[in-house]
């Protein structure tokens, strides 16, 4: 599966952007699926994670309840709502896949073998 993330750009603190995965060559439905974010010298860190299906999601303690993770499998996409931004949040963000049983939802990027290019979000304070 390739992914493609879109929607990164620049914003004041307190405001919102959404980001997208685009999955070609492959059904998304067979992947649970995982944003990460990585500073330039840090490592990459989880965000968000959601099952095959939609039914299990998880979330980073730093972006639970400001950032929510969703699927529509029809359109092969995955999103990223974010919204409350601060500063500490900007970083290169990056969605990631991998074929699961449809319970599995992953949180270690190693758990992981795919992934887009990344698209960057810029908070400013």
């Known amino acids: 599966v390739q992914l493609v993330e879109s929607g990164g750009g620049l914003v004041q603190a307190g405001g919102s952007l959404r980001l997208s995965c685009v999955a070609s060559a492959g059904t998304l439905s067979n992947y649970a699926m995982g944003w990460f974010r990585q500073d330039p010298g840090k490592e990459r860190e989880f965000v968000a994670a959601v099952n095959r299906i939609g039914g299990n999601i998880y979330y980073a303690d730093s972006v639970k309840g400001r950032f929510t993770i969703s699927r529509d499998n029809a359109k092969n996409t995955v999103y990223l709502q974010m919204n409350g931004l601060k500063p500490e949040d900007t970083a290169v963000y990056y969605c990631?896949?991998?074929?699961?049983?449809?319970?599995?939802?992953?949180?270690?990027?190693?758990?992981?073998?795919?992934w887009g290019q990344g698209t960057q979000v810029t908070v400013s304070s």
């Open positions: 990631s896949a991998d074929m699961r049983p449809p319970w599995d939802t992953p949180r270690q990027h190693g758990e992981y073998n795919y």
